[in-house]
């Protein structure tokens, strides 16, 4: 079965960097695209970044444009989001998923991992 497991959460200040990674394994990795969430407190889970198959189309929410970098490692079945100039309002649990279909990005994802926890204090 599909498992996506999270890493490099943890507690930053305002302005600084944190790089997340999902380890993926159970199919083919590299057919498939991937996708970055986060759910703050009180709040509904959105979209952060997805990447394609293959690494070359990558899209953002506005709201992390410019600071935040999507990229993936097909040898290493891992996708990373690079959070650059964090922000209080960051502070969220970020999951990291993946859809049912290959070779498609697509805003329905199946398999989600169980999320790591970022804290950007001010």
């Known amino acids: 079965q599909v498992q996506l497991v999270e890493s490099g959460g943890g507690l930053v200040q305002a302005g600084g960097s944190l790089r997340l990674s999902c380890a993926a394994s159970g199919r083919t990795f590299s057919n498939y695209a991937m996708g970055w969430f986060r759910q703050a407190p009180g709040k509904e889970r959105e979209f952060v970044a997805a990447?394609?198959?293959?690494?070359?189309?990558?899209y953002y929410a506005d709201s992390v444009k410019g600071r935040f970098t999507i990229s993936r490692d097909n040898a290493k079945n891992t996708v990373y989001l690079q959070m650059n100039s964090l922000k209080p309002e960051d502070t969220a649990v970020y999951y990291c998923a993946a859809p049912f279909k290959p070779f498609v990005v697509t805003k329905t994802y199946d398999y989600w991992g169980q999320g790591t926890q970022v804290t950007v204090s001010s």
């Open positions: 990447i394609s198959w293959g690494g070359s189309s990558t």
